[in-house]
Each structure stands twice: as C-alpha cells, then as structure tokens.
C-alpha cells in the first residue's frame, strides 16, 4: 500500500521557519519526481517545489530563496524548509510522488497526472 504522510506544519509568525516532512512507503522512492503542492480553499492546487530523482529542484516564484526541497533516499522522505514565511504562505501543503513514466509533465506542466498524494498538512502564518 502506498503511503505518504506528510508532518511539520502547525502556526508561526511571520519571519519564522518551519520544516515539512513527507514520508513515504509502498513505492520505490528514489525512482519518483516528489514535489510539495499548497490548496487554500476554492483554489486549485499549485506547485510550490517539485525535485526529479538526480536531485534537481524547481521553485514557484513566490518561494524562491525562501524555500529549499531536499529528498533522502535512504529514509524514504521528502522534506521542505520554509523560511521568512509569509502570511500569504498559509495553506494545506500536500506530498506528492510523481511515477517515473509521468516525470516529465510533472516537472514541466507542474501538474501530478499519475502518482500519488498525501493527506496534507495545515501552515498557518500569523502574528
């Protein structure tokens, strides 16, 4: 069974850092794209970071030099450090593993056609 469990969100003021994990189970993990995505409530979801499986790193341009996605193979997780968070970044950010056959339009269109997410875990932001 597939399993990604996402942790490390929570509340932090503004100008803090937090660090997301994602854990996962029941794939091969280094053979998958991953990525984080964020939702707020009647948006659709986007792309915040995606890293492919040599360890390549794209950012959305609200993240950039903020955030950094890193990847360990050994532990089966996917992780993101955010810092100077913003109160704009409050959201439900989710996991996501991408399959090695759909790689390539999730790192392009940014977008997971086939794959797998997680539950989600809630970032608030605020003073």
């Known amino acids: 069974e597939v399993q990604l469990v996402e942790s490390g969100g929570g509340l932090v003021q503004p100008g803090g850092s937090l660090r997301l994990s994602c854990a996962a189970s029941?794939?091969?993990?280094?053979?998958?794209?991953m990525g984080w995505f964020r939702q707020d409530p009647g948006k659709d979801r986007e792309a915040v970071a995606l890293?492919?499986?040599?360890?390549?790193?794209t950012y959305a341009d609200s993240v950039k030099a903020r955030f950094i996605i890193s990847r360990d193979n050994a532990k089966n997780t996917l992780y993101l450090q955010m810092n100077s968070l913003e109160p704009e970044d409050t959201s439900m950010y989710y996991c996501?593993?991408?399959?090695?056959?759909?790689?390539?339009?999730?790192?392009?269109?940014?977008?997971?056609?086939?794959?797998?997410w997680g539950q989600g875990t809630q970032v608030n932001v605020s003073s």
């Open positions: 996501a593993a991408a399959t090695p056959y759909w790689c390539e339009p999730f790192l392009t269109s940014r977008r997971l056609v086939g794959g797998y």
């Open positions: 029941g794939f091969r993990f280094s053979t998958y794209c």
């Open positions: 890293i492919d499986q040599k360890d390549v790193a």
